[in-house]
């Protein structure tokens, strides 16, 4: 069974730092693209950082220099380094993985963490 377990968020004041993981676990071939999105209260989803098998990455523009998104391919994990947060980041953070299996391409989504940035 494939999975991605998120862990990492939390209550931080503004101009803090956090520290968000999601690691990958289960039969898989190969990981394309990595990333994270997010959902504020009342907002839609979106794509907050992405990084690709190779390296390259894109960052939503309200988050660029503020937060960087890694990777480890030994451990199939992702990583998003928040720094200066602010209160807008608040949201509930999910990882996304683009997967090979098996069986064939999975688009897998974790269970999603809230990061909370006080005022």
């Known amino acids: 069974q494939v999975q991605l377990v998120e862990s990492g968020g939390g209550l931080v004041q503004a101009g803090g730092s956090l520290r968000l993981s999601c690691a990958a676990s289960?039969?898989?071939?190969?990981?394309?693209?990595m990333g994270w999105y997010r959902r504020a209260p009342g907002k839609q989803r979106e794509l907050v950082a992405a990084?690709?098998?190779?390296?390259?990455?894109n960052y939503a523009d309200s988050v660029k220099g503020r937060f960087t998104i890694s990777r480890d391919n030994a451990k199939n994990t992702v990583y998003l380094q928040m720094n200066s947060l602010k209160p807008e980041d608040t949201a509930v953070y999910y990882c996304?993985?683009?997967?090979?299996?098996?069986?064939?391409?999975?688009?897998?989504w974790g269970q999603g963490t809230l990061v909370t940035v006080s005022s």
């Open positions: 996304n993985a683009d997967l090979e299996l098996e069986e064939g391409a999975l688009d897998a």
């Open positions: 289960g039969s898989i071939f190969s990981i394309n693209a």
């Open positions: 990084i690709w098998s190779g390296g390259s990455t």
